[in-house]
């Protein structure tokens, strides 16, 4: 039996990662713990909260007593750290809560590791989810790889850089076995209606201006939020330990082409005619220091530990829209409340 802290599992690739977790090893203990921020929702995981392998634990990864308590009292073995504060626009506006969340955060677990490992690192590991945005942003020619030297630019990469140099440092340091992984711009499923996909299907669905930042013409490179959980699944038991992998779709969109083909889809499930859509799209201030384009080269992941995306963007969006429009209680409950206050600051509406 394997006890395995998984941090932030009920945000969104938390909450995929603990239900391929949960399903997919029996024998192994799942604890997750999460603050249960505004990000986090513990309905994304009614299909195994009752599962005999599953623990949640409300606690906040800088709360020192309670980390300490979660890997004494469950003998914890593997981390698999994905708590943090991840919406950039947020980080503008709140750079602190970002500073605190992922570097002191990401800290306060790292040294509970060591203390709790400290006689023994053997079949141990503390894995952490990083982010392509620590590699800065690239012009129109080239990809970002594991050795591509760091160079964040918002408040929020800043942030998850200085947490993956902790976690080098500690192996460096402490010899503590750690792995990290960097990925792209996930998609799918679950998604708080804060990121673009999301937050364009619920516009569309209610026909509400899309708020498209500077001319639409950064890129992002998407990846299906599974295939994600798969890969994480891929180097928890086989990544080199100490390494770095990069993850990513090959999957490079400029924003304005992509909310083209989600406009596109929506106007055909809700039946309306074509063109509809489209005409929401409302050109915006930009975000301040928007990165230009991220694009991973993730053929370290593939050649080494043989995984690659399993789905073409054409279906992933086909999938993720008709998880949207099925799940509409879902988007409601969450768009209430502070959700709106959120909505009116950074929108000016
Ligand atoms: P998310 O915002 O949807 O979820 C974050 C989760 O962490 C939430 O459940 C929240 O309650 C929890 N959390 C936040 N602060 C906490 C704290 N102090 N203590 C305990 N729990 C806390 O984020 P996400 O999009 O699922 O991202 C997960 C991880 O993956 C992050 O580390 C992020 O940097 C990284 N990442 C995200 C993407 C992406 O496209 N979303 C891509 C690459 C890497
Ligand atoms: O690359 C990985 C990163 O991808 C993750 O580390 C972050 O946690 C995740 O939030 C995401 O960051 P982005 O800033 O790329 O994602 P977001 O969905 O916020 O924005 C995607 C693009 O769309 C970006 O170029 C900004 C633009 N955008 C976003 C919003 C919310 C708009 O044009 N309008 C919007 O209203």
């Given amino acids: 039996m394997k006890n395995i802290l998984i941090t932030g599992g009920a945000g969104f690739i938390g909450c995929h990662v603990v239900k391929l977790f949960v399903k997919k090893y029996p024998n192994y203990n799942i604890i997750n713990l999460d603050s249960l921020t505004y990000a986090g929702n513990l309905e994304n995981?009614?299909?195994?909260?009752?599962?005999?392998?599953?623990?949640?634990?409300?606690?906040?990864?800088?709360?020192?007593?309670?980390?300490?308590?979660?890997?004494?009292?469950?003998?914890?073995?593997?981390?698999?750290?994905?708590?943090?504060?991840?919406?950039?626009?947020?980080?503008?506006?709140?750079?602190?809560?970002?500073?605190?969340?992922?570097?002191?955060?990401?800290?306060?677990?790292?040294?509970?590791?060591?203390?709790?490992?400290?006689?023994?690192?053997?079949?141990?590991?503390?894995?952490?989810?990083?982010?392509?945005?620590?590699?800065?942003?690239?012009?129109?020619?080239?990809?970002?790889?594991?050795?591509?030297?760091?160079?964040?630019?918002?408040?929020?990469?800043?942030?998850?850089?200085?947490?993956?140099?902790?976690?080098?440092?500690?192996?460096?340091?402490?010899?503590?076995?750690?792995?990290?992984?960097?990925?792209?711009?996930?998609?799918?499923?679950?998604?708080?209606?804060?990121?673009?996909?999301?937050?364009?299907?619920?516009?569309?669905?209610?026909?509400?201006?899309?708020?498209?930042?500077?001319?639409?013409?950064?890129?992002?490179?998407w990846l299906y939020v599974e295939d994600h959980a798969r890969a994480i699944d891929v180097v928890f038991h086989n990544g080199k330990l100490g390494d770095t992998y990069n993850i990513g779709g090959f999957n490079e969109w400029t924003n304005i082409d992509l909310i083209k083909v989600i406009c596109k889809v929506m106007d055909k499930k809700l039946g309306r005619t074509k063109g509809t859509s489209e005409q929401l799209i409302t050109y915006v201030t930009d975000r301040a220091g928007h990165d230009m384009r991220y694009a991973i080269d993730s053929t370290k992941l593939k050649e080494e530990l043989g995984w690659e995306p399993s789905l073409q963007f054409e279906e992933g969006i086909e999938k993720t829209i008709d998880w949207y429009m099925d799940n509409q209680e879902w988007m409601d409950r969450i768009v209430s409340g502070d959700y709106q206050e959120y909505y009116k600051k950074q929108y000016n509406q």
């Fill in 45 to 221: 995981l009614t299909e195994i909260e009752n599962a005999p392998n599953y623990t949640f634990m409300k606690a906040d990864i800088c709360d020192r007593e309670r980390v300490k308590e979660v890997f004494e009292k469950y003998d914890i073995d593997g981390v698999i750290h994905l708590a943090a504060e991840s919406h950039v626009d947020r980080s503008i506006t709140n750079p602190f809560e970002f500073a605190q969340t992922n570097i002191m955060g990401t800290l306060t677990l790292l040294n509970q590791a060591k203390i709790s490992w400290k006689d023994n690192y053997t079949d141990k590991l503390f894995y952490h989810i990083s982010t392509d945005e620590v590699y800065g942003s690239l012009g129109a020619e080239g990809f970002f790889l594991e050795d591509t030297p760091y160079d964040p630019k918002s408040p929020y990469s800043a942030a998850k850089a200085s947490s993956d140099h902790f976690v080098r440092a500690y192996k460096n340091t402490f010899g503590l076995p750690i792995v990290i992984t960097n990925c792209s711009n996930n998609y799918g499923p679950n998604q708080f209606p804060e990121k673009l996909i999301p937050l364009f299907i619920n516009n569309i669905r209610n026909n509400k201006p899309l708020p498209v930042y500077g001319e639409g013409l950064n890129i992002r490179d």
